[in-house]
């Protein structure tokens, strides 16, 4: 297939990465990659789903990383892989010989391995320089799910309207399903049985990066789990409390241990992030120096500093990403031109072991299997948010009392801008149309 018809197609059929800030896949789509590299390093604690998709649909995954590398002219394609995940590494093994120009690369089963900076350098040996992005190395990295759904779309003409997500914790029957984009927290959760416990919380996302949700939120292209946890959990702990607060805790008990900065990966790969530094600048109030506040644009939020490394239990993620923000909202941009610091020589020693972060969050007892189910969950309303993705939101096509078809295009892209457009998850009738969602009824 031609890059043009590639990016088209991909366009046109609402691709997003399907997990983290859901960057608009036909914007990756670059004969500036020379490698292209298979994300199935499944980043957080509990989350299943790169690894069963690949394991189940290798041969289809693999195929269109072949199409993807012929039409952007790269090289070499890396499917990188947690080497605990045994069955899904004898799947991609099985096909490997009918792919010239792929590898295989095991991965440790450390935190944030999914993170592309990391990634990148793992795998390749190549370092992103700070405040830029993986093409800028040479490098297109797209996770599995995301690969799956331009296979869908190449092949099948199928744009994203349903997103699979781990349903985990306290439910009775853990479970991996197919869920139609718009559907609620609440049911979605009644397809992995009910809740075993009174007191709990919906929690959608990775435990690291993830955020406390209520019942009646939906599922967007970028959703991989439901967690559902005790009231009183470390990781709802960690979540619920405000901003201000925790600036008051910061001023009251850091103690400059610079724990947070010793163990942050982006920092052990020489960008130019140090966590404590920006605690001390903004717990004095102490502006001379400006550089740790700036930074904060260098916080990939992996949440290692406030989540395992800060023996205050302090929130330093929380405060950088507050700062971060503003100074966006403020329309300052990402430093560029900073020189990349060489390789901490204690690197190969800070990195997190995934099974010692499992049980230092208090979530040993949740990582079991759950398996995938991809009966399609039926649904009789559904929500369907129109930015579901970085870049402008889509903007809606539809009004109230058109009929829809599922597949059906309800939200046009912003033309001109870094957007995608938003298809209807079911068939049905138009209850709302606004410049935020779309509400459908099943007919």
């Given at each position: 297939m031609d890059i043009k018809d590639l990016i088209s197609t991909v366009?046109?059929?609402?691709?997003?990465?399907?997990?983290?800030?859901?960057?608009?896949?036909?914007?990756?789509?670059?004969?500036?990659?020379d490698i292209i590299i298979l994300?199935?390093?499944?980043?957080?604690?509990?989350?299943?789903?790169?690894?069963?998709?690949?394991?189940?649909?290798?041969?289809?995954?693999m195929c269109t990383l072949d199409m993807m590398a012929e039409a952007m002219e790269a090289g070499t394609v890396m499917i990188a892989v947690k080497e605990a995940y045994t069955k899904t590494v004898e799947a991609v093994k099985a096909n490997l010989d009918l792919f010239s120009g792929f590898q295989l690369k095991l991965l440790?089963?450390?935190?944030?391995?999914?993170?592309?900076?990391?990634?990148?350098?793992e795998t390749t040996g190549k370092k992103v320089p700070p405040g830029s992005i993986p093409i800028e190395?040479?490098?297109?990295?797209?996770?599995?799910?995301?690969?799956f759904n331009i296979c869908k779309a190449v092949m099948?003409?199928?744009?994203?309207?349903?997103?699979?997500?781990?349903?985990?914790?306290?439910?009775?029957?853990?479970?991996?399903?197919?869920?139609?984009?718009?559907m609620s927290v609440e049911a979605a959760v009644t397809l992995a049985g009910e809740a075993v416990i009174e007191d709990y919380v919906y929690y959608m996302g990775g435990p690291m990066t993830g955020g406390i949700v209520n019942p009646y939120d939906t599922i967007t292209k970028t959703t991989n789990a439901i967690l559902v946890l005790p009231k009183d959990h470390t990781v709802?702990?960690?979540?619920?409390?405000?901003?201000?607060?925790?600036?008051?805790?910061?001023?009251?008990?850091?103690?400059?241990?610079?724990?947070?900065?010793?163990?942050?990966?982006r920092h052990l790969l020489g960008h130019p992030i140090a966590p404590h530094m920006f605690m001390r600048a903004a717990t004095s109030g102490v502006t001379q120096d400006l550089s740790p506040f700036l930074d904060t644009m260098f916080c990939c939020s992996c949440g290692i500093c406030e989540m395992y490394a800060c023996p205050q239990d302090l929130s330093p993620r929380k405060l950088i990403t507050e700062y971060k923000t503003g100074l966006r909202n403020k329309g300052i941009p990402i430093p560029k031109g900073i020189p990349s610091r060489e390789i901490h020589f204690m690197r190969e020693y800070r990195r997190i072991p995934?099974?010692?972060?499992?049980?230092?969050?208090?979530?040993?007892?949740?990582?079991?299997?759950?398996?995938?189910?991809?009966?399609?969950?039926?649904?009789?309303?559904?929500?369907?948010?129109?930015?579901?993705?970085?870049?402008?939101?889509?903007?809606?096509a539809v009004k109230k009392n058109d009929i829809v078809n599922r597949g059906d295009i309800i939200a046009q892209a912003d033309e001109g801008k870094l957007s995608i457009p938003?298809?209807?998850?079911?068939?049905?009738i138009i209850l709302e149309a606004n410049d935020n969602f779309v509400i459908i009824k099943s007919v």
């Amino acid at each position: 297939m031609d890059i043009k018809d590639l990016i088209s197609t991909v366009k046109e059929n609402g691709v997003a990465g399907a997990g983290g800030a859901g960057f608009p896949t036909y914007a990756k789509i670059d004969k500036r990659a020379d490698i292209i590299i298979l994300n199935c390093a499944e980043c957080e604690p509990l989350l299943k789903v790169h690894r069963q998709l690949l394991q189940k649909y290798a041969y289809e995954i693999m195929c269109t990383l072949d199409m993807m590398a012929e039409a952007m002219e790269a090289g070499t394609v890396m499917i990188a892989v947690k080497e605990a995940y045994t069955k899904t590494v004898e799947a991609v093994k099985a096909n490997l010989d009918l792919f010239s120009g792929f590898q295989l690369k095991l991965l440790e089963e450390v935190y944030p391995m999914g993170d592309e900076v990391v990634l990148i350098y793992e795998t390749t040996g190549k370092k992103v320089p700070p405040g830029s992005i993986p093409i800028e190395a040479g490098v297109a990295v797209f996770n599995v799910e995301t690969v799956f759904n331009i296979c869908k779309a190449v092949m099948e003409q199928e744009p994203v309207y349903t997103k699979y997500l781990t349903i985990a914790g306290e439910v009775k029957n853990p479970i991996t399903i197919k869920a139609p984009i718009g559907m609620s927290v609440e049911a979605a959760v009644t397809l992995a049985g009910e809740a075993v416990i009174e007191d709990y919380v919906y929690y959608m996302g990775g435990p690291m990066t993830g955020g406390i949700v209520n019942p009646y939120d939906t599922i967007t292209k970028t959703t991989n789990a439901i967690l559902v946890l005790p009231k009183d959990h470390t990781v709802v702990h960690k979540k619920s409390g405000t901003s201000s607060i925790d600036m008051k805790r910061a001023m009251a008990a850091c103690c400059q241990c610079e724990m947070c900065t010793d163990l942050c990966p982006r920092h052990l790969l020489g960008h130019p992030i140090a966590p404590h530094m920006f605690m001390r600048a903004a717990t004095s109030g102490v502006t001379q120096d400006l550089s740790p506040f700036l930074d904060t644009m260098f916080c990939c939020s992996c949440g290692i500093c406030e989540m395992y490394a800060c023996p205050q239990d302090l929130s330093p993620r929380k405060l950088i990403t507050e700062y971060k923000t503003g100074l966006r909202n403020k329309g300052i941009p990402i430093p560029k031109g900073i020189p990349s610091r060489e390789i901490h020589f204690m690197r190969e020693y800070r990195r997190i072991p995934m099974e010692r972060l499992t049980a230092r969050l208090g979530l040993r007892e949740y990582d079991v299997e759950a398996p995938l189910d991809e009966k399609e969950a039926a649904v009789k309303q559904v929500k369907i948010n129109l930015s579901q993705h970085i870049g402008a939101r889509a903007l809606a096509a539809v009004k109230k009392n058109d009929i829809v078809n599922r597949g059906d295009i309800i939200a046009q892209a912003d033309e001109g801008k870094l957007s995608i457009p938003v298809h209807a998850s079911i068939t049905g009738i138009i209850l709302e149309a606004n410049d935020n969602f779309v509400i459908i009824k099943s007919v």
